[in-house]
């Protein structure tokens, strides 16, 4: 998952990249409102962590632009702590969900994960593709009874995947959303990992739940045996 990080702060936006990286998402980092309002409307993110006091445009008007442009990226606005007229100012310019500084980053990791869940196929923290269940939260998952053991990048592949269940999701996509894009074009990252994953989730199971649309990407699916 791309995460874009708005934030003046360099230390806090620092911390944020480190923690949420940590967790296997992708970070990009701008520390200016009208900068945070060009990437946004540039590329396709999960999610936006956005706070409000920015240089060039606050916060408020990027999330207001990002929403009159059609942009549809949940965003989480950082708030002043006990700003009341902030946040209901943050749900009225359209941000999704609106957290206080200082916060506690487990909230700030779920309620990421909310807004991103929001914006997909499921509510639910925990997927359930055929016998193929993922728990988003913790980070784990099973195949029937059996755990399956993933790195954090196999985990970020499947969680994508997952995202999208039953659609197809291109290279490239796969490249900008769980790697950093640019980084990884001249590889086959993409195709290594694929194969990574086949071999735990599948392969072991007798199962194709990671269908290879020629041409075009690659499918999650319910796959039963």
Same mark, same amino acid.
């Given at each position: 998952?791309?995460?874009?990080?708005?934030?003046?702060?360099?230390?806090?936006?620092?911390?944020?990249?480190?923690?949420?990286?940590?967790?296997?998402?992708?970070?990009?980092?701008v520390?200016?409102?009208?900068?945070?309002?060009?990437?946004?409307?540039?590329?396709?993110? %999960?999610?936006? #962590? $956005?706070?409000?006091?920015?240089p060039? /445009?606050?916060?408020f &008007?990027?999330? +207001?632009?990002? =929403?009159?442009?059609?942009?549809t990226?949940?965003?989480?606005?950082?708030?002043?702590?006990?700003?009341?007229?902030?946040?209901?100012?943050?749900?009225?310019?359209?941000?999704?969900?609106?957290?206080?500084k200082?916060?506690?980053?487990?909230?700030?990791?779920?309620?990421?994960?909310?807004?991103?869940?929001?914006?997909?196929?499921?509510?639910?923290?925990l997927?359930?593709?055929?016998?193929?269940?993922?728990?988003?939260?913790?980070?784990?998952?099973?195949?029937?009874? %059996?755990?399956? #053991? $993933?790195?954090?990048?196999?985990?970020s /592949?499947l969680?994508? &995947?997952?995202? +999208?269940?039953? =659609?197809i999701?291109?290279?490239?996509?796969?490249?900008?959303?769980v790697?950093?894009?640019?980084?990884?074009?001249?590889?086959?990252?993409?195709?290594?990992?694929?194969g990574?994953?086949r071999?735990?989730?599948?392969?072991?199971?007798?199962?194709?739940?990671?269908?290879?649309?020629?041409?075009?990407?690659?499918?999650?699916?319910?796959?039963?045996?």
């Amino acid at each position: 998952m791309r995460v874009l990080v708005v934030e003046d702060e360099v230390s806090m936006a620092a911390s944020l990249r480190l923690g949420l990286e940590a967790e296997g998402y992708v970070v990009d980092v701008v520390h200016d409102g009208a900068e945070g309002l060009a990437r946004a409307l540039e590329f396709s993110f %999960d999610a936006m #962590v $956005l706070d409000i006091m920015l240089p060039g /445009l606050n916060g408020f &008007l990027v999330a +207001r632009r990002l =929403r009159a442009a059609g942009e549809t990226v949940p965003i989480l606005m950082l708030t002043a702590k006990d700003g009341d007229l902030d946040q209901a100012e943050a749900l009225d310019t359209g941000a999704d969900d609106f957290l206080s500084k200082p916060f506690s980053y487990p909230v700030l990791l779920a309620r990421l994960r909310a807004l991103i869940r929001r914006g997909s196929t499921s509510q639910s923290a925990l997927f359930t593709i055929g016998d193929l269940r993922i728990d988003m939260s913790k980070h784990r998952c099973w195949r029937g009874e %059996d755990e399956i #053991v $993933l790195t954090a990048k196999e985990f970020s /592949l499947l969680a994508y &995947l997952a995202h +999208r269940e039953g =659609r197809i999701v291109t290279r490239d996509e796969l490249l900008f959303h769980v790697w950093d894009g640019m980084d990884g074009f001249a590889t086959n990252v993409v195709e290594v990992y694929i194969g990574y994953l086949r071999r735990k989730i599948d392969g072991p199971f007798g199962r194709s739940s990671i269908e290879t649309v020629r041409g075009s990407g690659y499918r999650l699916v319910a796959s039963d045996g």
